[in-house]
C-alpha cells in the first residue's frame, strides 16, 4: 500500500521532506515517476493533470493539498466511489481572516486611490462600525473571517445553503433569503466552494442587488465571477470596485483587463497558502484511518461537492 503526491502546479518537494520527516517508513511515490501504480491507495493532490488517476486501479482516497476540492471534482474520470477529503487548518482560517480583514480596510481607507492619484487629497472614510459586511459560505473559512470582523467592529452578516446559528452574525440562508442578504452588504465577500450550484454565481443579477456603492472581495474561486459582468458593474458606477485574489485562468493573463483597472485589486492566490508543517499530521493520520478502515477527517459529500 502505498502513498501518491501528485500535483502538477505545486512543487512536490517540501510535501516529500515533511512526510518523510513525520513517517520516515511511508512507502511514498511521486508521480509522473510512479514505480508501482497498482500499490497506489491513497493520493495526495493538487491541479493534478486530469486523467491521471485512471492509472491507479486500487486507489481508495484522494486527500486535497488546500481547503478546495474544485481541482479534483472537475475531473470527471474519478469513479464515485473513491472518497476525497480536504484541509481544515486553524493557520488556513487564520490567515484567510487576516488578508480579508486587511482588504476591508484598505478599502475604507481609500488607501489605493490615494496611493494612485499622486495628489494630496484627504478624503473622509468609513468606520467599521458603519459598515455591514456580508460573507457568502459560513463554513470554516467564513465563520474565521466573520469573528474577525466582529472583534474589529464589523457588522457581520452570512449567507449559507442552510441554517444555523452563528453568534454576533445574522444570518441567511438559501435561494430565497439572498436578495435580503445582499441589499445592506456594502462589502460583499465571497468563501463560498465551487460547485454547479456556485459557479458564475457572482453576476450581474447578483450585483444588482447590492447597494450602490458596493464593493466586491472574492477569495474563493476565479469561476464564482462572470468576469465582463465585474467591469460593466464598475464602469456604470454600481460597484465601486473590487479585490480578487482568485481567477479564471492562473496566472492571470497579461493584458487581461483586470491588470490596468484601478479600481480592482489583485493579489496572486494568496490569501491563505496551506502551510506544509500544519497540515502534514492530518494528512497522516487519514492515511491511516484508510489502513484502518475508519471514518476519514474533513471528508467531503461528494453529492454536494463540498
Ligand atoms: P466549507 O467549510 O466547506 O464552507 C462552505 C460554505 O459554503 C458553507 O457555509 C456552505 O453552506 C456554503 N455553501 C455551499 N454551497 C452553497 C450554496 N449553493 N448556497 C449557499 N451557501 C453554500 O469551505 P471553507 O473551508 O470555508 O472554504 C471555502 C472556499 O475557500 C474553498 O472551497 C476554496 O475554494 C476557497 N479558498 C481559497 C483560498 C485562497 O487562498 N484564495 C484558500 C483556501 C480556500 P452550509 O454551511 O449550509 O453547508
Ligand atoms: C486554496 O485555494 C485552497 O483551496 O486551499
Known amino acids: 500500500m502505498s502513498f501518491l503526491i501528485i500535483t502538477s502546479h505545486k512543487d512536490s518537494k517540501p510535501w516529500v521532506e515533511a512526510l518523510k520527516e513525520k513517517a520516515p517508513d511511508l512507502d511514498l511515490e511521486v508521480y509522473p515517476e510512479v514505480r508501482d501504480p ?33 481541482h479534483i471534482i472537475g475531473d470527471k474520470e474519478i469513479p464515485q466511489h473513491i472518497r476525497i477529503t480536504r484541509l481544515v487548518d486553524e493557520q488556513l482560517t487564520k490567515d484567510m481572516s487576516v488578508f480579508v480583514l486587511s482588504l476591508v480596510l484598505e478599502h475604507l481607507r481609500n488607501l489605493a486611490e490615494h496611493h494612485c492619484s499622486k495628489e494630496w ?17 459560513m463554513g470554516v473559512l467564513g465563520v474565521g473571517v466573520a469573528e474577525k470582523l466582529i472583534q474589529n467592529k464589523f457588522n457581520v452578516t452570512g449567507w449559507s445553503r442552510t441554517n ?11 435561494d430565497d433569503q439572498l436578495q435580503d442578504f445582499l441589499k445592506d452588504s456594502r ?107 475508519k471514518n476519514l477527517e474533513n471528508e467531503v459529500d461528494r453529492k454536494k461537492e463540498y
Request: hydrophobic share 40%; glycine share 8%; aromatic share 8%.
Open 187 to 293: 462589502v460583499l465577500v465571497n468563501l463560498l466552494p465551487l460547485t454547479s450550484e456556485t459557479r458564475n454565481i457572482l453576476n450581474k443579477h447578483l450585483f444588482e442587488k447590492l447597494p450602490k456603492g458596493a464593493y466586491v472581495i472574492n477569495v474563493a474561486r476565479g469561476e464564482h465571477l462572470v468576469e465582463d459582468d465585474l467591469l460593466e458593474m464598475i464602469n456604470n458606477g454600481h460597484l465601486s470596485g473590487a479585490a480578487l485574489d482568485v481567477f479564471r485562468k492562473e496566472p492571470l493573463p497579461e493584458g487581461h483587463p483586470f491588470w490596468n483597472n484601478k479600481k480592482i485589486r489583485i493579489s496572486p492566490h494568496i490569501a491563505s497558502t496551506t502551510n506544509i508543517e500544519s497540515v502534514t499530521p492530518q494528512i497522516l493520520k487519514n492515511f491511516r484511518l484508510m489502513q484502518e478502515g
Open 164 to 174: 444555523k446559528e452563528i453568534l454576533g452574525v445574522t444570518k441567511y440562508h438559501g
Open 38 to 70: 497498482k500499490k497506489v491507495e491513497f493520493a495526495l493532490s493538487w491541479k493534478h493533470p486530469h486523467g491521471a488517476f485512471r492509472d491507479y486501479p486500487n486507489l481508495k482516497v484522494i486527500a486535497s493539498m488546500g481547503a478546495g476540492i474544485d
Open 121 to 137: 487629497n484627504p478624503t473622509s472614510y468609513l468606520r467599521p462600525e458603519e459598515v455591514q459586511v456580508g460573507i457568502m459560505g
